[in-house]
Antibody
Framework: QVQLQESGPGLVKPSETLSLTCTVS????????WSWIRQPPGKGLEWIAY???????NYNPSLKSRVTISIDTSKNQLSLTLSSVTAADTAVYYC??????????????????WGQGTLVTVTS | DIVMTQSPLSLPVTPGEPASISCRSS???????????LEWYLQKPGQSPQVLIY???IRASGVPDRFSGSGSGTDFTLKISRVEAEDVGVYYC?????????FGPGTRVDI
């Protein structure tokens, strides 16, 4: 059973850069797509970006200018950086795996495994 | 971006009774392959979300058959045939027919 664990500073100052790592265990990071998703306290879910095992990325346009995601297959880790943070970036940040399911020659990529999430608070 | 809406936003339920949540999208979620790229997730209290349904109606591995998804185009429904106590939490629909993936606001289900 694959497990995902997010890690990083719980507090970040306004205007600084948030950096998080997601360590994948119990399975290879290769051959899958991976996403970062965030959830402000008491609010809903926002998809940030995804990356595949070869490093191809896709970003939410609302955050694209400030976000970078990367993958290190040798360490089985994903990384997320978000620059110029404000209080609006305070959230629980999740990494999640996209399963790859084939149904009648059609592929779907549901988010089948999630980390427990890590709360990042932006405060001075 | 595709805007997802859900109703109701809060749903009191009774164990053993059925429950239904509606999800609507601002654009069709039907891909050219004929499938609807709509997923349902449940976030139980204090937990990370877990996938229930993908491609509109296909139950994810390990999901009890009391959960079913239906709908096409812009209108979708998640049904629980007989609610159990463990089904409480916030249910989200999410589209992945078009980037960026977008979630509905969530429906809180309480007993």
């Amino acid at each position: 059973q694959v497990q995902l664990q997010e890690s990083g500073p719980g507090l970040v100052k306004p205007s600084e850069t948030l950096s998080l790592t997601c360590t994948v265990s119990g399975g290879s990071i290769s051959s899958y797509f991976w996403s970062w998703i965030r959830q402000p306290p008491g609010k809903g879910l926002e998809w940030i970006a995804y990356i595949n095992y070869s490093g191809s990325t896709n970003y939410n346009p609302s955050l694209k200018s400030r976000v970078t995601i990367s993958i290190d297959t040798s360490k089985n880790q994903l990384s997320l950086t978000l620059s110029s943070v404000t209080a609006a970036d305070t959230a629980v940040y999740y990494c999640a795996r996209h399963d790859s399911v084939v149904i009648a020659a059609t592929r779907a990529y549901p988010l089948d495994s999630w980390g427990q999430g890590t709360l990042v608070t932006v405060t001075s | 971006d595709i805007v997802m809406t859900q109703s109701p936003l809060s749903l009191p339920v009774t164990p053993g009774e059925p429950a239904s949540i509606s999800c609507r999208s601002s654009q069709s979620l039907m891909h050219s392959n004929g499938y609807n790229y709509l997923e349902w997730y449940l976030q139980k209290p204090g937990q990370s979300p877990q996938v229930l349904i993908y491609l509109g109606s296909i139950r994810a591995s390990g999901v009890p058959d009391r959960f079913s998804g239906s709908g096409s185009g812009t209108d979708f429904t998640l049904k629980i045939s007989r609610v159990e106590a463990e089904d409480v939490g916030v249910y989200y629909c999410m589209q992945d027919v078009q980037s960026p993936r977008t979630f509905g606001p969530g429906t809180r289900v309480d007993i």
